[in-house]
């Protein structure tokens, strides 16, 4: 730690010194020539001007001095506050500490930096601070880093990213989308907006771009350059072929499998540089490059401690038990020496198995077959087989080695590769040594050996990762190529560790020659700016790397002397370090060691690093045995081999070997490489003799050098832009920020050198107009006159900095020194400090005089209201007396009145109580005397009854006797007739016939029996019904009888208290009557309870409806929430169906264009293509009119069974008409590709007719069964038409005299039936009303019961049976309403089939044979039209098929609202529906159908070429629901009848059922809704953020938005109005085409939830838009747009819950953000932000200077604490602006009768006929 600090800090004092320093090299610089200088005396003159306790400055809290930065060795920089003045010469410097400890800080050769203002830290760009420095740009990454969670900030052209350990929601599509388009500096940063920067720069000037991503391993680069390729396919999409986005995608795991590993660092880092090189033609991807640099082959064969070896090892290894892999001999990694080096196995963030599934789909995407990823897991199992052969020393000298025979690794090795063991056992232990004439075998030693097989095994790999990348570059090189493209450039960083070897030397090589691209780029863009606005400029010297450049690659440079020793037979490290010393120790960039070894030291850019010689040489060599690779190479000819452990896999010769090691040696990308924690101590050289055609083999630094000559050349003929990936701590934890580890990358990635050469000019600049708006307050008034921003800038400029060389101003801006901005904002704060004091003192002024006035307002007020109180005191005192005495005399008369009342209600009490008792007694005189008269009426009758039974008895009592004296002599003549031969033959002769009749007639008898015992049993069963409902009935009147009885008792109960009351005496009464009122006054105080009881009991009750309602409510709410899920998902699936029918429309026009490019010489084929639209609608309806014919061919059958008149017929063509097969087999000349359509159309149209008939199946079942008196009717129409269908036997007179017959027959049992039905309804309807009178009866016998029960008693009994008999009264009365309804709507059936009879009689009388057989001609040629009845309109247009295409051409196709002023903007939907009535008319469901179904696609290709018209769009979707609307309004279902009138009602719809043609005209709606809200939004979305963000409808607030961040210099394109304007216009249009009020607000509200959550998503990604101002305007502008809403009418369209987002978004940038208690505040206010929102809008706020604090990180924390107890989970950053709500399309009943349409000239309908 020690160490590192003292290298920290050397590296930091000479980084100070270097701003001073200018050993080599000139740079642009404007003004002066000592530009650190210049800076740090102006920072001397503001130290002696900022004393203690004169101002806020360097965003200090409160009054003190200034703050200043300190060196720390554990924060690097440390804030300090000076405390004491400052005076030039002094040596020490007064400081204190932020923990308030005090420091005497000595000044040695300058000045400590100032901390720049609190407005300016934490800024986008660091190039915008004011005082531009090491701590500076620190303290401003660690604050974003930390406090506003962000990772990515500008530093000039470089982007710097720091790697958060965590995933962040920043990279989702939705993001991609948002930064497409916009400039670099118009949202946050990111590496998004790099990468739009680089693509808008190629499309915009046609020059290639490429993006440098560099850091250490574990800092993001491979994360990084995957996020560049996934926007740049993202955004350019792909041109031709769809996949190519997937296979640039696709690569990444490929190469993140064979070139990654586990380091100690990163748990996958990147062990190559590549360069991808991403091609573009017209904007879009065609193609990519992949080139490599620096693979580190040595990881193949030793990894350090905690490291693993390349993925893929460990993929194959997790992976052996696959049925595929169970040849290679594989098994756990820990069983392999490659592999198990390491003692890591495992990575804890990786799946070894799921990832090598993504490596071979992977694969599959780019084309390599299965059998070449076999065979390449093949060689790369045999590497692993090849590190575990053992080789064995043959004495302890070690001059022989060996290996055993038996070996099993070896066997798998050779069994792998093809190759013979021997060969390989003997030059594993053995060399060729090659003489003039002779050739020797030297053997090898055990360490040689090895080597020699670690060498091979690294070659192997490096063949099989270059085979690799051609592969990868061969499936993504396009066949047309590119005019431009963009390279990402991933490569590592600069690395200095403990041990730094030959690697680190290549890779610090690299980062020299990058990091001087870097510079002159840099220089050429600040040269740039100052001559585009014309600021003088001179050369000044600067710290220029080319002399370390020099000395690595120069002539006797490192290299070169690398190269020369590596040619000597005996070159060795240590004879290199020594050339080295002696050519390179004047050098002032080379060092040499004061340790004895052999190292050396360069001094680069980014410090010094010190190189230990051990392994250069032998490393830059790559020796490789030629004789083990000649084996590799002989293999690909030798012999089939079969594996010893997969039988089954036949070896043969291998494609892969050969295409490996067809080339002598490696390509110039392969080379040896490097490892991150130092190098492997490298083992003895073998001293092997090489081939002459190794001799002549590049060294890997030869090959290093000009592949990276070659990649400075690729990057300088681009554009470059730079991503700076930073490692924020080596422990790999989220959000923790190492200083010091920072600090070591900034200074190596060159971030510090852009922060330097900034400085060294003008760092801050602003446009004329941002000046003016911040520093407005410190223009005078007299400055302000001139119309001019660049003279008032420049005249306020001078007046207050004073000194001309601290600024320039250019052409559009004006230039600041360093430092010059944070006095101007001491000057501003000061200026804005007296301003606020102003006010404060007249505000307390005038809040002082408002107190006065208002305390004496409220005296002379109290005085008031004193003195009234005390006058209506008294005036109260007189009007009680004066009540007093008012309310003793009517006391008085109270009481007298009350006396004489009583005494009168006593009197008329006994009156009527003696009225009652004569009254009742006659009553029941009167009962008896009618008793008496029933009964002799009953006696008398019985007596008649029994004389009359007597008589009939004695009557058949003599009948009997005569007949049994008539039977016997009648017996006694058929005995003696039997007796006689006669008769006796006559039987014999039919016994046999009779025995054959009885049998049969006995057959029958069982049957009728069967028949008659069933019919018993179901008798006997509704007998026990009814049985058992007697009994019940009879039970029931018991019941009324005993109830009978009780009202009996109860009427004679009076009778006896009559008779008791006549005994007692007057007196008695009285005590009784006195009695009862006591009892009615107990039974009164009973009835109270019972009442408070009741009404307890009703309140309960209704609190139980109260729930049940509250229930009901949230089942409704659930069911109302699942109707609109399920109305989502059709929508969606309407959406699909869109967009596979587009998919279809496309495939066809395709065909359609193949078949006229192949069929354009033949004359036939152009007039085939010049019919094909009405040869694919005869197609299409061809299919469903034979399907309607064979349905009612089946119903004619049916008929004719039960008739025996019906035949079949087959309708005979006008002409000839080619069907689907005469089309397809007279089409074999065509290509297959016609042939596939025309196929494709067949099962098409098959499949909609199986539809059709499906859905016509299920209506069927569906629908009631018809009443029997329709079957005649029914079987006369079928007989009818089917006699109008057979032509050929319509000639025949017999036929035609039958038919005849048949149809007077019909007629007759048609009437027959009739006459039974109506008879039977009148005896139905006389039942109802005798059922009616009965009832009424009934009901007046029960109210008579009523008034007696209630005139004699009042029980509480008796009051329950008459409610229940009321009850019982209603139910009978509902019945009897019901049986009425269901009699009328039998009688209108009745009128309705008496006036079809009558219809048919006439016309069956009017028209005769010869008429019927020329109606049937008809009929062939054209749809059958059913005469109307004369002088009624029946409201439709009649009109032939061949007219369907006219008809569509007329009124959709053509069809232009503008050409038909004052028409209805949905008159084309009424034709059509007038259309559809007349083929419902003529029962024609075919017709109707295919003219829907054409009007259905006319639509769709109209919107198809107009889908950006908003007008056309909006047109034929109010066209479209009208139509729908009409097709249910007269349809058969009654619930769309309600606002009909009657003579709507007329014109329903009789024969077609339209529910199939509502299903397809609801889903074109649901269509056409969806291309609406597309087209508005695209109108909408440019202006929406420059609308609701960018503009400033409340002047002046743009002030106090902080400097420094990047904005847009032109003024919005679009405003506030203009939007207000455009939704107007949207909903003009909308009423204009005669849409629903509801569809337009779903419309409006699905616009507004667009420009919410565009512009939530903008907020959120704009840090300049979080502030208390925008927030001001940001609720100005919504209030705008709710006043609109109101203004329109649109408060109920659902408009302010989707903006209720974007509302508080608002609120939360202007509330309180300090305590706790804000935090409790702000979290109940943000109900419907997502917390991940609110905790970015917190980290983002700016606040603004001099009036509010940055919010602590704490009460950020509190915040996410208090929305994690709150419940609310995670969700997405960002709002979908593609979800679309469920449109509901309301049913609205047009009020416009049909026959009252006017259809205008100009449509040309001539041909349609109004009937």
Same mark, same amino acid.
């Given at each position: 730690?020690?160490?590192?600090? &003292? ?46 306790? /004169? ?133 946050d940063p990111h590496i998004f907006a790099l990468a739009e920067e680089a693509y808008k720069q190629m499309v915009r000037f046609g020059k290639n771009q490429s993006l440098i991503i560099s850091g250490e391993s574990g800092a993001g680069k491979t994360v990084s350059a995957k996020y560049a390729m996934r926007y740049f396919t993202t955004v350019g999409g792909c041109l031709g072929d769809s996949s190519m986005e997937e296979k640039v ?21 990147? +062990? ?205 090189? /396009? ?136 392994? &250069? ?39 892969? $070997? ?78 923790? &920020? ?21 400085? /060294? ?23 302000l006159m001139g119309t001019d921003e660049k003279q008032i800038c420049s005249l306020a400029l001078e007046r207050l900095l004073q000194d001309p060389s601290k600024y320039q101003c250019g052409k559009s801006k004006v230039f600041f020194r360093a430092g010059q901005v944070a006095y101007l904002e001491e000057l501003r704060y000061r200026r804005l400090r007296a301003a606020c004091t102003l006010l404060q003192r007249h505000l307390r002024?005038?809040?002082?005089? +408002? ?58 009490? *006994? ?33 008649? +009854? ?70 018993? !049993? ?144 033949? =004359? ?79 099962? #098409? ?24 008196? +329709? ?104 019945? #009897? ?19 079809? *009879? ?213 003024? =919005? ?47 959120? $990604?704009?840090?300049?838009?979080? !502030? ?24 109920q369209s659902g408009a302010h819950e989707v903006l209720e987002p974007l509302v508080q978004a608002a609120q939360l940038l202007q509330v309180k953000k300090v305590t706790e208690e804000d935090a409790g505040a702000l979290c109940s206010l943000c109900t419907v932000l997502s917390p991940q929102q609110v905790v970015k809008i917190l980290r983002a706020y700016t606040p603004a200077v001099g009036l509010e604090e940055r919010i602590s ?37 047009? =009020? ?6 006017? *259809? ?6 001539? &041909?349609?006929?109004?009937?």
């Amino acid at each position: 730690m020690l160490q590192n600090y &003292f290298i920290s800090t050397r590296c930091l004092q000479r980084g100070n010194q270097g701003w001073q320093q200018s050993p080599a090299g000139r740079v642009l610089e404007a003004g002066s020539t000592s530009p650190m200088g210049a800076s740090w005396s102006l920072a001397q003159g503001y130290l002696l001007r900022l004393a203690p306790g /004169s101002c806020k400055f360097g965003g200090r809290k409160g009054h003190g001095g200034a703050r200043v930065w300190i060196p720390d060795c554990v924060e690097v920089w440390r804030v300090a506050e000076i405390t004491r003045g400052y005076k030039e010469g002094d040596a020490i410097l007064h400081l204190q500490l932020e923990d308030g400890s005090a420091l005497a800080y000595p000044i040695e050769f300058q000045l400590p930096p100032l901390c720049n203002p609190d407005c300016l830290s934490g800024t986008d760009d660091l190039v915008a601070l004011s005082y531009l420095h090491e701590p500076a740009v620190l303290h401003s990454l660690r604050r974003r880093f930390l406090e506003a969670n962000a990772i990515y900030t500008y530093c000039g052209i470089i982007l710097v990213a720091i790697n958060p350990y965590k995933p962040l929601p920043i990279y989702e599509e939705e993001v991609i989308y948002a930064y497409s388009g916009h400039e670099m500096g118009g949202m946050d940063p990111h590496i998004f907006a790099l990468a739009e920067e680089a693509y808008k720069q190629m499309v915009r000037f046609g020059k290639n771009q490429s993006l440098i991503i560099s850091g250490e391993s574990g800092a993001g680069k491979t994360v990084s350059a995957k996020y560049a390729m996934r926007y740049f396919t993202t955004v350019g999409g792909c041109l031709g072929d769809s996949s190519m986005e997937e296979k640039v995608l696709a690569s990444s795991p490929i190469m993140e499998a064979f070139g990654n590993a586990k380091t100690t660092r990163n748990d996958n880092s990147s +062990r190559f540089g590549k360069y991808i090189e991403i091609g573009f033609s017209q904007m879009h991807v065609t193609g990519a490059t992949i080139k490599t640099y620096l693979l580190e082959k040595s990881r193949v064969t030793f990894q350090a401690k905690a490291e693993r070896n390349y993925h893929i090892f460990y993929q194959l290894c997790a992976s052996a038990t696959l049925p595929e892999l169970q040849g290679l001999g594989l098994c756990g990694a820990e069983s392999f020496h490659y592999t198990r080096q390491g003692q890591c196995t495992a990575a804890q963030s990786t799946n070894d198995a799921a990832d090598l599934d993504s490596t071979r789909h992977a694969f599959s995407l780019l084309g390599v077959p299965e059998a070449d990823q076999l065979e390449l897991f093949s060689i790369l199992a045999a590497i692993l087989h090849l590190g575990n052969i053992v080789v064995r020393g043959r004495d302890r000298r070690g001059d022989g080695c060996f290996v055993e025979p038996a070996d099993e690794a070896l066997g798998l090795f050779c069994a792998l590769l093809g190759v013979e063991a021997s060969q390989v056992m003997r030059w594993l232990c053995h060399s060729k040594l090659v003489t003039a004439g002779e050739t020797y075998l030297k053997p090898l030693s055990r360490q040689q050996a090895l080597d020699s097989r670690d060498a091979l095994a690294k070659h192997m790999y490096g063949q099989v990762f270059r085979w690799m990348v051609s592969r990868i570059n061969r499936a993504l090189r /396009s066949l047309e190529g590119h005019h431009t493209s963009i390279g990402i450039l991933d490569i590592y960083g600069f690395e200095m560790f403990e041990l730094n070897s030959f690697e680190q030397f290549c890779i610090n090589y690299a980062n020299e020659k990058l990091q001087q691209l870097f510079n002159l780029h840099v220089f050429k863009l600040e040269q740039e700016e100052y001559v585009t606005e014309e600021i003088p400029w001179v050369f000044v010297d600067f710290c220029d790397n080319q002399p370390c450049i020099e000395l690595i690659e120069g002539r006797l440079g490192i290299l070169d002397l690398l190269n020369e020793e590596c040619k000597m037979p005996q070159g060795s490290d240590g004879s290199w370090a020594q050339k080295l010393y002696q050519t390179h120790v004047s050098s002032s960039h080379f060092q040499k060691p004061k340790r004895p070894m052999d190292a050396f030291v360069v001094c680069h850019f980014a410090g010094k690093v010190e190189y230990q010689c051990d392994g &250069f040489v032998e490393k830059n060599r790559d020796a490789v045995p030629e004789e083990l690779v000649g084996l590799l190479r002989a293999s690909k000819v030798s012999n089939a081999v079969t594996s010893p452990f997969h039988p089954a896999w036949p070896w043969q010769k291998s494609a892969l $070997l050969a295409e490996l090691f067809l080339e002598e040696g490696d390509g110039p990308m392969s080379l040896q490489s490097r490892r991150s924690s130092g190098p492997r101590v490298a083992g003895r050289p073998s001293r092997r003799s090489l081939p002459s055609s190794q001799k002549s083999k590049k060294s890997i630094s030869s090959q290093f050098k000009a592949s990276l000559n070659r990649l400075m050349e690729t990057l300088g003929s681009t554009t470059a832009h730079y991503i700076r990936c930073i490692k924020p701590n080596d422990g790999k934890q989220p959000f923790v &920020f190492d200083c010091r580890r920072v600090v070591e990358q900034l200074r190596a990635c060159g971030v510090l050198e852009t922060i330097r050469i900034s400085a /060294s000019g003008y760092p801050s600049r602003w446009t004329y107009q941002e000046f003016l708006e911040r520093y407005r307050a410190l223009v005078s008034r007299e400055e302000l006159m001139g119309t001019d921003e660049k003279q008032i800038c420049s005249l306020a400029l001078e007046r207050l900095l004073q000194d001309p060389s601290k600024y320039q101003c250019g052409k559009s801006k004006v230039f600041f020194r360093a430092g010059q901005v944070a006095y101007l904002e001491e000057l501003r704060y000061r200026r804005l400090r007296a301003a606020c004091t102003l006010l404060q003192r007249h505000l307390r002024g005038w809040l002082a005089r +408002r107190h006065f006035g208002q305390a004496r307002a409220a005296a002379v007020c109290l005085q008031r209201h004193a003195r009234g109180m005390l006058a209506r005191r008294f005036a109260r005192t007189l009007r009680r007396t004066r009540a007093a005495v008012m309310l003793q005399k009517t006391l008085r008369m109270v009481l007298a009145r009350r006396s004489y009342l009583r005494t009168r209600q006593a009197v008329i009490t *006994i009156q009527a109580f003696a009225r009652g008792m004569f009254a009742r007694r006659l009553y029941q005189q009167m009962v008896w005397h009618q008793k008496a008269v029933v009964i002799q009426a009953a006696v008398r009758g019985w007596l008649a +009854r029994t004389h009359y039974a007597r008589l009939r008895g004695a009557v058949i009592y003599l009948q009997c006797c005569y007949r049994r004296v008539r039977a016997c002599r009648e017996l006694r003549r058929l005995r003696v007739e039997a007796r006689s031969v006669e008769r006796y033959k006559q039987l014999h002769r039919g016994m046999e016939i009779k025995v054959i009749q009885l049998q049969c007639r006995l057959d029958e008898q069982a049957q009728e029996k069967q028949r008659l015992m069933e019919q018993l !049993s179901g008798l006997n069963n509704a007998h026990a019904e009814e049985v058992q409902r007697l009994q019940a009935e009879m039970q029931r009147l018991r019941e009324d009888v005993a109830r009978d009885a009780q009202v009996q008792q109860l009427r004679e109960r009076p009778a006896e208290l009559e008779r008791h009351s006549m005994k007692s005496c007057l007196g008695q009464e009285v005590e009784e009557l006195r009695q009862r009122l006591a009892e009615v006054e107990a039974t009164k105080l009973q009835l109270g309870e019972e009442r408070d009881a009741l009404i307890q009991r009703m309140l309960e009750q209704s609190q139980d409806l109260e729930e049940q309602h509250q229930r009901a409510a949230r089942e409704s709410q659930g069911l109302l929430q699942e109707l609109e899920e399920e109305r989502a998902r059709y929508q969606s699936l309407v959406q699909e169906y869109t967009r596979l029918e587009q998919g279809y429309e496309n495939l066809r026009d395709e065909v359609a264009f193949h078949r006229q490019s192949t069929l354009r010489r033949s =004359p036939s084929s152009e007039s085939f293509l010049g019919s094909e639209s009405s040869y694919l609608s005869s197609m299409s309806t061809a299919p469903s009119r034979d399907g309607s014919d064979q349905q009612a061919e089946a119903s004619g059958d049916t008929g004719g069974d039960s008739g025996g008149l019906e035949e079949r017929w087959q309708p005979v063509p006008e002409g000839p008409q080619p069907s689907g097969e005469a089309v397809l087999n007279g089409g074999v000349g065509q290509d297959s590709f016609e042939k596939a359509y025309l196929l494709l159309l067949g099962q #098409l149209n098959t499949i909609s007719e199986e539809l059709a008939r499906t859905r016509e199946e299920l209506r069927r079942a569906k629908a009631p069964v018809e009443p029997e008196e +329709r079957k005649p009717l029914d079987f006369l129409k079928r007989r009818m038409l089917g006699l109008g269908r057979s032509p050929e036997k319509v000639a025949v007179d017999d036929d035609l005299k039958h038919a005849y017959d048949a149809v007077q027959v019909a007629n007759r049992l048609l009437a027959s039936q009739l006459r039974e039905e109506k008879q039977q309804h009148e005896e139905e309807v006389e039942g109802l009303h005798l059922d009616i009178c009965s009832l009424k009866q009934l009901s007046q016998q029960q109210a008579a019961l009523i008034q007696d029960l209630q005139r004699h008693q009042g029980q509480e009994g008796l009051q329950h049976h008459v409610l229940r008999l009321k009850e019982e009264n209603w139910e009978l009365a509902q019945k #009897l309403e019901k049986q009425e309804r269901t009699t009328l709507k039998l009688q209108k059936q009745l009128r309705a089939y008496a006036k079809q *009879i009558q219809e048919l009689t006439v016309k069956r009388e009017a028209t005769g044979p010869a008429q019927e057989m020329a109606a049937s001609a008809v009929v062939l040629s054209r749809p059958p039209v059913v005469p109307s009845l004369a002088g009624l309109s029946q409201a439709m247009l009649a009109w032939r098929m061949e007219d369907e295409g006219r008809i569509i051409k007329a009124i959709v196709t053509d069809y232009k609202p503008q050409s038909n002023p004052g028409a209805l903007p949905d008159l084309p939907a009424y034709i059509l529906f007038l259309c559809f009535r007349h083929a419902d008319h003529c029962c024609d469901e075919p017709r109707a159908r295919s003219l829907l179904d054409a009007a259905i696609d006319a639509i769709k290709r109209i919107m198809k070429k107009h889908s950006d018209d908003f007008d056309v769009v909006a047109l034929w979707l109010g066209n479209t629901c009208r139509l729908l609307n009409c097709l249910r309004q007269y349809s058969q279902d009654e619930s769309y009848w309600q606002g009909n009138t009657a003579r709507q009602n007329e014109h329903r719809l009789r024969n077609v059922d339209p529910q199939s043609s509502c299903h397809s005209l609801g889903a074109l709606a649901v269509q056409l809704y969806q291309q609406l809200i597309r087209t508005a939004e695209k109108h909408l979305k440019p202006m929406i953020v420059a609308a609701m963000l960018e503009s400033e409808p409340i002047q002046g607030l743009s002030s106090s938005c902080p400097p420094g961040h990047r904005r847009s210099l032109a003024a =919005p394109a679009h405003t506030l109005p203009e939007l207000l304007q455009q939704l107007g216009s949207f909903r003009a249009a909308l009423d204009r085409h005669g849409l629903a009020p509801s569809v337009g607000h779903q419309a409006l509200r699905q616009l507004l939830f667009l420009v919410s959550g565009t512009t939530l998503n903008y907020l959120l $990604l704009r840090k300049d838009t979080c !502030s208390w101002s925008r927030g001001i305007q940001l609720r100005y502008n919504i209030s705008q747009l709710e006043q609109w809403l109101r203004a329109e009418g649109l408060q109920q369209s659902g408009a302010h819950e989707v903006l209720e987002p974007l509302v508080q978004a608002a609120q939360l940038l202007q509330v309180k953000k300090v305590t706790e208690e804000d935090a409790g505040a702000l979290c109940s206010l943000c109900t419907v932000l997502s917390p991940q929102q609110v905790v970015k809008i917190l980290r983002a706020y700016t606040p603004a200077v001099g009036l509010e604090e940055r919010i602590s990180p704490s009460f950020i924390s509190s915040v996410e604490q208090l929305l994690d107890q709150h419940g609310r989970g995670p969700s997405q950053l960002l709002v979908d602006t593609s979800h679309l709500f469920p449109v509901h399309l309301p049913f609205t009943a047009s =009020p416009l009768h049909l026959d009252e349409l006017r *259809i205008p000239d100009a449509l040309d309908l001539a &041909f349609l006929v109004r009937l």
